[in-house]
């Protein structure tokens, strides 16, 4: 199943799952819907041909929902009489840390064996270096910066743009770095405004021809709309801009690095089921295969690197 908000590359994973069951001649089923899926019955068996000319599409073809009543012990119990009722003996979840909270709970309250697949544009996820869909977004999100620079050029103008990020700053960061922003702000530090102001004029008195900071949603000093209001009170010679991009970065064809991510993570929690293992989550550390207690990968905060942070600083002069 799929599970939570979207993201590209989940149908990758998704027929990797399906194709290398089918290499070990193991039934599989796809859950529609998520949890909501499970606790219906919206349930029918996958087969080589079910996922072909996937891989490429954004989304997920089994759908993705946020079910309310599998957060309660009778919708749980729904959910495992129709588990049951197909004859299932392991799950696989394909998700973020609600997801992968709710795949341990049913996991642990009735002892079904469940591997999670970290899909999720955030990349909040500790044990993986990449969650799936991270790498699309960061590009989608750069691709737009480029198209922005260009106006902000022609008209020497301040943009303010903000991606996702309720939680983690990891689109914002790389996103910042890629497309060559003058500052980013993100929801793990608190950056005073009159550090920004500073940093935009010096960036005035280098005669910078356009400005562009980058923003995620969830920062400490408001959205982008509060962020520029705060700035043109107080530099109110810049020719001021708000782009937000919102859902825009969750769509979209998966790029190559995602795709590669989600079929190698697909394999391996059809690999880890057939050794036994349960209640983890596989992922790709240093470029090698890894599985970590699913609690951890929930708990666990995942830290933003302050090396990019440096770079960052280095090439925004």
């Known amino acids: 199943m799929t599970s939570g908000g979207d993201a590209p590359g989940m149908n990758a994973a998704v027929r990797a799952v399906v194709r290398a069951c089918i290499y070990y001649d193991i039934q599989v089923f796809g859950i529609y819907k998520g949890y909501d899926g499970l606790i219906s019955g919206n349930i029918e068996e996958l087969r080589v041909r079910s996922v072909a000319n996937i891989l490429s599409r954004g989304g997920t073809f089994l759908l993705s929902a946020r079910s309310d009543e599998f957060r309660t012990k009778e919708g749980r119990i729904k959910a495992y009489e129709n588990f049951k009722k197909h004859e299932l003996d392991a799950l696989v979840v394909i998700g973020g840390d609600g997801s992968f909270t709710g795949a341990d709970i049913f996991s642990r309250e009735f002892d079904i064996p469940v591997i999670g697949i970290p899909g999720t544009i955030d990349n909040d996820l500790a044990g993986t270096d990449f969650t799936i ?144 293992k349960s209640k983890v989550m596989v992922g790709i550390i240093n470029n090698k295969i890894a599985y970590t207690p699913i609690n951890e990968a929930i708990k666990i905060e995942k830290r933003l690197d302050p090396e990019e942070f440096r770079v960052a600083k280095i090439l925004s002069i």
């Open 133 to 276: 869909g991270f790498d699309t977004a960061c590009n989608t999100a750069a691709e737009a910066i480029d198209k922005i620079r260009d106006t902000a050029s022609s008209h020497e103008r301040l943009f303010f743009v903000e991606v996702m990020g309720r939680d983690a700053g990891f689109i914002a960061v790389n996103s910042a770095i890629g497309g060559g922003a003058v500052a980013m702000i993100v929801p793990e530090h608190n950056y005073p405004i009159e550090k920004l102001i500073k940093r935009l004029q010096k960036g005035a008195a280098n005669q910078k021809a356009s400005n562009i900071v980058v923003i995620a949603e969830g920062c400490q000093l408001g959205n982008a709309y509060d962020i520029a209001d705060q700035v043109k009170a107080k530099l109110d010679y810049f020719d001021i801009r708000v782009t937000v991009l919102g859902h825009l970065q969750r769509g979209g064809s998966p790029t190559t690095m995602d795709r590669v991510l989600a079929s190698r993570l697909g394999v391996a929690a059809v690999e880890g089921l057939r050794d036994g």
